[in-house]
Structure formats: C-alpha cells, structure tokens
C-alpha cells in the first residue's frame, strides 16, 4: 500500500512537469551573433580593438624611442602585450584614456608599461628584464 501511494504522488508530481515541458515551444535564433558583433553593437570596445589599440600606441616612433631610451626592447614589449590577458590589455587601455594629451602622456604610459613588466617579471609569468628575479 505504501508503495503504491508513493507512485501514485511521484506520478503526480512529474506528469503535470513533463507536460509543461512539451507544451513550451523551444527557442531558435535566426542567426548566431558573435562577440565582436556584440561589442561593436554596445559601443565598448572588445578585447582585440583594446589589444590593438596598445600596439598601435607601442609602434608608434615617439614611444619606441622612449622604450629604448628606458632600456626596453620595443619588440620584447611588443610581445608582451600580445601574451598579456584581456583583462590586462583593458587595464592598459584603460589607462592610456585616463593619461593627459601631450608628451607627458607618452613618459606616464610608457613608465606604467615598464612597471607592469617588471612585476609580471617578478611574479615569474615572462623572463623579459636580466635584472628581476622571479618568485616562482
């Protein structure tokens, strides 16, 4: 008897859930949407525009001298920025909106640049610098 009333409340409870499952009609897109659309859409910039926007700005001839004039090699920044995380790049891009216009900009962004290398030397994801030495 037991048994029987225990079926009969798990029939109960489930058919009424499985016929609301057929009665819904399931969602189709007319056409996938893909994250840069997305981004381009929303008027924030992506990841990719973010990353190469900090390029841009490493490849122009003002920083590039100034980079070597720090000691750096623009083309070891280059690749740094290219291993960099999106999160990272944003934080970047972030900054280079926030600088002032004008040379002190270039110097500002290119000393944030040098000191997020060097503590990313130092916690041991990139060996670009001799004189750091990593945590790991």
Not at 82 to 94: F, G, H, N, S
Not at 121 to 132: Q, S
């Amino acid at each position: 008897m037991v048994g029987t009333m225990r079926k009969g409340i798990v029939w109960g409870v489930l058919a009424p859930f499985s016929l609301m499952t057929l009665m819904v009609p399931a969602a189709q897109a007319a056409h996938a949407v893909t994250t840069a659309q997305a981004f381009s859409q929303s008027g924030i910039a992506g990841p990719s525009a973010e990353r190469d926007r900090v390029s841009g700005f490493l490849a122009r001839e003002d920083v590039a001298r100034q980079l070597v004039r720090l000691g750096v090699d623009p083309a070891a920044a280059q690749a740094r920025v290219a291993a960099l995380t999106d999160t990272e790049i944003a934080r970047i891009d972030q900054h280079l909106d926030q600088l002032p216009a004008g040379g002190s900009s270039v110097i500002g962004a290119l000393v944030f640049i040098f000191v997020l290398l060097v503590i990313t030397d130092i916690l041991g994801f990139t060996k670009v610098f001799p004189f750091t030495r990593s945590m790991r």
